[in-house]
């Protein structure tokens, strides 16, 4: 299993976690994700390599902008 995580500004509540949560497990080969506003923490696990583009992509898409830590 790998996992990354990244540092996610303007999240400030649960609707903002559940808002990337859907993004990001729309990657394929994600197998978990934590999201947390009050550490704006993002972790996501794979079996495999994870695509941290994608991953960015995902985060950006839902509204929120996100680095690998």
């Known amino acids: 299993m790998n996992t990354n ?3 996610v500004t303007g ?7 559940v808002a990337i949560r859907s993004e990001v ?4 080969g994600v197998t978990g994700i934590e999201v947390s506003a009050a ?3 993002l972790a996501v696990t794979a079996e495999g390599p994870i695509d941290d583009a994608a991953v960015l992509a995902a985060v950006d898409e839902a509204g ?3 680095v690998r830590t």
């Open 39 to 41: 550490d704006g923490r």
């Open 11 to 17: 999240m400030s509540c649960g609707h903002c976690e």
């Open 25 to 28: 497990e729309q990657i394929a």
């Open 5 to 7: 995580t990244y540092a």
């Open 64 to 66: 929120y902008e996100a």
